[in-house]
């Protein structure tokens, strides 16, 4: 009797329980639902946006010099053709950079300047350039350079790493041998530690100079929230040329600001003796500074400009700019926390 009791009840219960949530499922006003409906479809698509990797289309590029010497428009003539800035291409190194960052990393970066870190050893597939200097097989000479191995080989290094360059650090820099993630290059490596410098995982680059050795102009740009960045300066500068043995042309890629001189002294080619200095200097790869008008004496008065600027090719991997611009980017280029990144 109590079985058939308490069998009754709950379906009693089940019975009212059910009544009442058919009663408020009709009392629904289908207006609200379909207001509740569409917030969720925009909230999801909102978090679907978050996640989508950018892309040039995305960013947000405005002019607001902070430097307003020596300006050069857009587009611009040049003998009997017209110059510009690569703004699309621009664009597309702001997207890498914004996607890159969006991700927590601890960054490092390769640095072996004069060799100071010990000379990278042979490359498994290596040949002479035409400065009779041994480099790998994209290019990438053996001087200066750190080596990447293949992550378990450690035989032989399979290329080398430009110094300057930017990757994340995935394993501690305590090892003999840290694991790195390139973003300045591609692919997952191992080197020594004593070619990597951290520079942890708190570091921004939100300050970034652009080289464009084809159009011969340099164009610093500043973010200032996700996806908007500044033009900060547009200018002529004048790069690196290929000319062995002394001259170099300035690499193509993705570099840190390393170190700062406020004269860096040159030497005359081929020789030991101090030819003269260049001001305001800023080293991002290898002996490749953004830097002044250099001067042909130790102790000569600061140049502002050079008629060369904007021209063609003509420096020894160096970027030359008017000597006031140089110092705008020394100023404002913080060390181990901005890009110089060379475009053609």
């Known amino acids: 009797m109590r079985i058939y009791f308490r069998l009754s009840f709950l379906i009693f219960a089940a019975a009212i329980w059910s009544c009442n949530r058919n009663q408020q499922t009709e009392t629904i006003d289908?207006?609200?639902?379909?207001?509740?409906?569409?917030?969720?479809?925009?909230?999801?698509?909102?978090?679907?946006?978050?996640?989508?990797?950018?892309?040039?289309?995305?960013?947000?590029?405005?002019?607001?010099?902070?430097?307003?010497?020596?300006?050069?428009?857009?587009?611009?003539p040049y003998q009997d053709t017209t110059r510009r800035f690569q703004l699309d291409k621009i664009k597309e190194k702001l997207a890498y950079v914004e996607n890159f960052q969006r991700t927590p990393a601890s960054y490092a970066i390769l640095q072996n300047r004069k060799n100071k870190n010990r000379e990278a050893p042979l490359v498994k597939?290596?040949?002479?350039?035409?400065y009779k200097l041994i480099s790998d097989s994209l290019g990438t000479e053996r001087y200066q350079a750190a080596p990447l191995y293949v992550v378990g080989e450690t035989e032989a290094p399979t290329i080398y790493g430009?110094?300057?360059?930017?990757?994340?650090?995935?394993?501690?820099?305590?090892?003999?041998?840290?694991?790195?993630e390139g973003v300045?290059?591609?692919?997952?490596?191992?080197?020594?530690?004593?070619?990597?410098?951290?520079?942890?995982?708190?570091?921004?680059?939100?300050?970034?100079?652009?080289?464009?050795?084809?159009?011969?102009?340099?164009?610093?740009?500043?973010?200032?929230?996700?996806?908007?960045?500044?033009?900060?300066?547009?200018?002529p500068a004048t790069s690196g040329v290929h000319k062995p043995?002394?001259?170099?042309?300035?690499?193509?890629?993705?570099?840190?600001?390393?170190?700062?001189?406020?004269?860096?002294?040159?030497?005359?080619?081929g020789?030991?003796?101090?030819?003269?200095?260049?001001?305001?200097?800023?080293?991002f790869t290898n002996g490749a500074y953004i830097h002044g008008i250099p001067t042909q004496s130790v102790n000569a008065s600061i140049i502002e400009h050079s008629w060369s600027l904007g021209t063609t090719p003509r420096s020894h991997m160096c970027v030359r700019n008017a000597s006031s611009h140089a110092k705008f980017v020394y100023d404002w280029a913080k060390t181990f926390n901005a890009l110089v990144i060379v475009i053609e």
């Open 245 to 269: 043995p002394y001259a170099h042309e300035t690499p193509l890629g993705i570099f840190v600001v390393q170190e700062k001189k406020n004269k860096m002294f040159y030497l005359k080619d």
């Open 271 to 283: 020789t030991n003796t101090i030819h003269g200095y260049a001001p305001y200097a800023s080293r």
């Open 30 to 76: 289908p207006a609200e639902q379909r207001k509740a409906d569409s917030l969720e479809t925009i909230r999801k698509a909102e978090e679907e946006a978050r996640k989508r990797p950018r892309t040039a289309d995305d960013i947000q590029l405005s002019k607001e010099l902070s430097y307003d010497k020596h300006t050069l428009e857009e587009t611009y």
């Open 162 to 180: 430009r110094d300057g360059a930017l990757a994340k650090l995935l394993t501690s820099d305590t090892l003999d041998m840290v694991q790195l």
């Open 125 to 130: 597939n290596y040949h002479r350039n035409e």
């Open 184 to 235: 300045s290059f591609e692919g997952t490596w191992e080197t020594p530690k004593r070619y990597v410098k951290a520079i942890g995982d708190s570091v921004t680059f939100h300050h970034i100079a652009f080289v464009d050795v084809t159009n011969q102009n340099i164009l610093t740009a500043e973010r200032t929230g996700d996806c908007e960045w500044v033009i900060r300066s547009m200018n």
